[in-house]
């Protein structure tokens, strides 16, 4: 099979498994999805999703969380962990917001990767999930998956972001991450690996993986 045939194999084993794959995080705006991605690193977006709506109810815009002091931040959002760098940045980015852009979130990633606490990926899916512009964030489960399926070579996430860019047609980027992520959570996880249930790594993948 040319590296041509399994990428389509993989774009359409996904778009037939997910044909409309929800955004994972619960937000409203693009305030709320960033901040909502900024508390998702190293936690779970479950675990994420209990938290922002207790969150939001006191502050879903940047004028009202910097109302709220750092440590009250903190407070509210220990449940996701690494809570005293993520209030710090929660505080920061929303008096920069403010200072700098009225209060909006920049539909730019180099002026969102300014951010305090925004790193590539967070500033990615802020760009595909709320402003719809094509980009292909790569978090743990596309990193996994594209080695286990021989797309990439699993050196780091900068370069798989490049082969994922590379293979996949833009226009497809901001549906298939999504897609990848949910294979990944359903069919290809990190732990428990159920190779016969994996039909995408069955067909395309590594051999001798363990």
């Known amino acids: 099979m040319t590296k041509k045939e399994k990428v389509q194999l993989v774009i359409d084993t996904l778009e037939a498994l997910y044909p409309l794959p929800p955004i994972p ?25 209990l938290i922002t709506p207790v969150l939001f109810e006191q502050a879903d815009n940047p004028y009202d969380m910097v109302k709220l002091s750092i440590e009250e931040i903190r407070e509210i959002i220990k449940p996701v962990g690494l809570s005293p760098m993520k209030s710090k940045g929660i505080y920061g ?48 489960h596309i ?3 594209m ?15 490049k082969d994922a860019k590379r293979l996949f047609p833009k226009e497809l980027w901001n549906k298939l991450h999504l897609q990848i992520i949910y294979y990944g959570r359903e069919h290809s996880p990190a732990r428990g690996w159920n190779r016969e249930k994996d039909v995408i790594y069955n067909k395309i993948g590594r051999k001798n993986l363990k």
């Open 25 to 49: 995080l619960k937000h409203k705006d693009p305030y709320t999805l960033l901040i909502a991605v900024l508390l998702s690193a190293q936690s779970t977006d479950a675990r994420v999703n």
């Open 93 to 140: 980015l929303s008096k920069i917001l403010i200072d700098k852009y009225n209060g909006e979130v920049p539909a730019q990633i180099e002026l969102l990767e300014e951010l305090p606490s925004v790193g590539h990926k967070t500033a990615s899916v802020v760009m595909s999930q709320a402003f719809g512009i094509p980009s292909f964030p790569v978090d743990t």
């Open 143 to 145: 990193h996994r998956l």
């Open 147 to 161: 080695y286990r399926w021989n797309l990439s070579s699993g050196k780091n996430v900068v370069q798989t972001e």
